[in-house]
């Protein structure tokens, strides 16, 4: 029986005039239901906008925080490891080298943060508001971006000061960035989803982000390790996407097409069996938050 004809049957109950609807778990692994979260486009940029004001709301220093951290790193790389590893860049200045990696290396980790955390963070819209809980990840893995195109600006600065101009692949710059985004929200999901069932991994996704900047080729590059470490850096998402900026902005080797293919498959298989793992466990988001 329906709503509609059980409001009917009550003794003396009349038919509401507003329409009643009913919502239900989703069935099956991966139906994604994209006209819904077309329509609740408007509010993912609230979600987004939100945390962009929240980030920087009764801070000293601003919007600053979006260049201090990677400009830090640059810095330590540049005086530490440039000068007791002696590792190569290409021919390029190391500061901008790195650089170079750690601005999209920056926007994946912040993203990565940001989705692990974002239905914890939500946790009373989850329980008492219906909204497509996809959502949340998706505005959280945005957010950064605003972060992003202010250390992007630095880079470019940094550029001219080092007399160095970006490569006609500079066109290919926005693809990466897609990328990147697509990578943190990809793993971020599976963290988003375990997270609310066991809080263990507020303390993971940090110390696997600690560990993540070892084994991606952000202060050195993949061609100074042996070909077996190659093949196994290319299945870390970022390893194309870095190479690929440098290549983009600094004109470096361009990463192997190789690795390229296994990088964005990476990505594919961990996006698709994270919204897969998300959709089927946020039936239960309510009642456990």
């Not at 202010?150 to 926005?174: C, D, F, K, Q």
């Amino acid at each position: 029986m329906s709503v509609q004809a059980a409001l009917e049957a009550l003794p003396g109950a009349q038919a509401p005039d507003v329409p009643v609807t009913v919502i239900q778990p989703t069935n099956g692994w991966i139906r994604l239901h994209l006209r819904e979260l077309w329509s609740f486009r408007e509010l993912c940029y609230f979600f987004a906008w939100r945390d962009v004001k929240v980030r920087y709301k009764q801070t000293l220093l601003g919007a600053a925080w979006a260049v201090i951290p990677p400009l830090l790193m640059m810095v330590v790389f540049t005086l530490v490891l440039k000068q007791v590893a002696h590792l190569s860049s290409y021919g390029k200045p190391y500061a901008l080298f790195s650089y170079a990696a750690l601005v999209p290396w920056t926007l994946f980790t912040s993203a990565l943060a940001g989705v692990s955390n974002s239905m914890v963070a939500n946790a009373q819209l989850v329980a008492k508001i219906y909204f497509p809980r996809l959502l949340l990840p998706l505005a959280a893995a945005l957010t950064p971006l605003v972060d992003f195109v202010i250390a992007l600006a630095l880079l470019a600065a940094l550029m001219l000061a080092y007399s160095t101009a970006p490569s006609a692949a500079v066109l290919l710059l926005p693809l990466l960035v897609v990328l990147t985004v697509l990578a943190a929200l990809a793993l971020g999901l599976w963290f988003a989803a375990l997270n609310v069932r066991y809080r263990d991994f507020q303390y993971t996704v940090p110390f696997m982000i600690q560990l993540g900047l070892f084994v991606t080729p952000v202060a050195y590059t993949t061609s100074s390790l042996p070909r077996a470490a190659q093949a196994i850096l290319a299945l870390n998402p970022m390893t194309g996407v870095i190479e690929g900026f440098r290549w983009a902005l600094l004109g470096t080797p361009a990463p192997s097409g190789a690795t390229l293919v296994i990088s964005c498959a990476a990505t594919i298989l961990l996006l698709g069996s994270g919204l897969a793992y998300f959709r089927r466990a946020e039936r239960t988001f309510a009642d456990i938050i």
